[in-house]
């Protein structure tokens, strides 16, 4: 078993479902008594959030990569970025750590093309879903990304933050999450449905859409475990 690192805190609550979710799924996997090891560097949400709104990448990039250095000295022997919206630097961060990174957009592209999609619509913050994040990850793998109008963007983020960012959810803000991605799935035809922040499975779960939802938490979750126990 590898000691994961783990880069948290932005934002705490899906911190907390990789923790429980890496741990439950290490026991499940192994049939074993034990639990993973494992070191979580929880960052302050505030600082990060306040990088990314001004677009001030290099010290957002430069934090990620210190808190990498960090669980690298706490004897992690790889890690991950508990956030979708962190990987929108993910190479720069990559090429300063001391560790290998596990990337929830790499593994999130291999799932869809394993599920045989050609079209996805991609949800997440307004960083993500306007940065081409996922668009040209996709892309590589033959599969088309669209992303939500720019007026929806604003709607999603607004209730990623503050209330998902808190674990609050509101009845309101999940029918309209939900009228907007089954508007953007009947336009584009699409085959699935690209949860890109970890904090949308609190409000979007696999029964409220007739389409195939590709959970990145759950995505970056497996694929951890599996680099875990190789």
């Known amino acids: 078993m590898k000691k ?25 996997r192994t049939g074993i008594d034990h639990y993973p090891l494992m070191v979580i560097d929880s960052l302050d949400l505030a600082e990060m959030y306040a990088y990314a709104s001004n677009k001030q990448w290099e010290p957002f990039t430069a934090r990620l990569a210190d808190s990498v250095k960090t669980l690298a000295a706490g004897g992690a022997e790889f890690a991950a970025m508990a ?111 690209v949860l890109g922040c970890t904090e949308l499975p609190l409000i979007v779960k696999a029964e409220d859409l007739d389409t195939l939802i590709l959970d990145t938490t759950r995505i970056h979750i497996e694929a951890i475990l599996d680099y875990m126990l190789a």
């Open 83 to 193: 956030a979708n919206t962190a990987h929108i630097v993910f190479d720069a961060v990559e090429a300063q750590s001391p560790l290998p990174l596990v990337s929830i957009v790499d593994e999130t592209c291999k799932v869809a093309q394993s599920k045989g999609c050609h079209s996805v619509v991609v949800f997440g913050t307004a960083f993500t879903m306007s940065s081409g994040l996922y668009t040209r990850a996709l892309e590589k793998h033959g599969i088309e990304a669209f992303v939500p109008t720019e007026e929806e963007q604003k709607a999603i983020h607004n209730i990623i933050f503050p209330n998902l960012q808190a674990g609050i959810i509101l009845k309101e803000e999940k029918e309209r999450i939900l009228e907007i991605a089954n508007r953007n799935l009947t336009a584009r035809k699409a085959d699935a449905l």
């Open 4 to 28: 994961l690192g783990l880069v948290g805190g932005i934002g705490p609550e899906s911190t907390v479902d990789y923790y429980k979710g890496i741990i439950d799924g290490y026991r499940e």
